[in-house]
């Protein structure tokens, strides 16, 4: 009994002593969690644009904290994240990247840059070539900046034949003996042809330029030649006139035929200084000579004559004359006809 009492006595001192460094352990255990839970905590601020925001978390990397933020950033952006502090404060800026307007080949687009690099650069960047003909509105060592313009034109050129048509010319000859106002073609004429070699320079896939390479004659044209006559044409005849006589004519005309009159009027002198009466008519020199002596009637030989007269006034141009009549009355009967005015011999 005594060593039972014994055993009992030393189990009760071995399992208080256990409980003793046990608890405390656990306590230890449980304040390291905390304490390492509590360091992995950092505050990041996050700077975009006009608006600060502030996160408190364990996320380690950016591209996390922009995501738990709720931030979306697109091609015009860029992030720039500092060095973190001793305090455990991560910074992290958001910036708008510079624009670049990019016009290739007609094609516009937008590019945008973090730094200010060469020209060159971007365009590596974005895959986008120069080739030596292309002309590019900027130097290639042109600093980007935020709102540029630049233009890339392609340029390529291309040789290019072309046949065409060689017309023929036409060669006259007078001849003496044929009269005026008629004409015999001696040799048709054939068109020949010649091949064009052209160097073309196209601008965005547009033609903007052509420079003759060389010209070869595959065909020469065959002139065509024309006979024409040079002997006056003899208008000369003989009129019959309504009282039955036989006048003998150098040249007839057809006109339009007017009236005219002085009975109104003061100036009753011609411009070859006879005074105007019935047989007088007006013509234009250039077309009748004044003096001339005419016979003139309707152009059907039947409906009027007006008679022999004589080229004494002027005031008309062209194929027209100028009747005179004694009164205002018999002008406006007359009003406006057409006639054959005969040049007589």
Known sequence: MTEVKEKNKFSFLFSAVKRSVIIPLVLVIAFLCIAASVSTTKTYIVYDGNETRVLNSTVKGTDE?????????????????????????????????????????????????????????????????VEDNDIVSLPLTTSVSDGMNVEIIRVTKSVVEETTALPFPTEKKPVATMTKGTSKVLQAGVDGSKKTVYEIEYRNGIEASRRVISETVIKAPVSKIVEYGTKPVDTSGVVTTWAGKKLNYSKKINMTATAYTTERTSDKVTATGKIAKVGLVAVDPRVIPLGSKLYIVSQDGKSWCYGTAVAADTGVRGNKIDLFFNTYKECISFGRRKATVYILK
Do not use: Q, R
């Not at 950033?73 to 510079?98: C, L, Q, R, T, W």
């Not at 080949?105 to 690099?117: F, N």
């Open 65 to 129: 904290v922009i995501a738990e933020l709720g931030i979306v950033i697109d091609e015009s952006e860029y992030i720039h994240v500092p060095e973190e502090n001793e305090f455990g404060v991560a910074e992290i800026y958001i910036y708008p990247k510079m624009k670049i307007n990019m016009t290739v080949g007609g094609t516009a687009s937008v590019l945008y840059s973090e730094k200010e690099i060469p020209l060159s650069e971007l365009l590596s960047e974005n895959n986008i070539t």
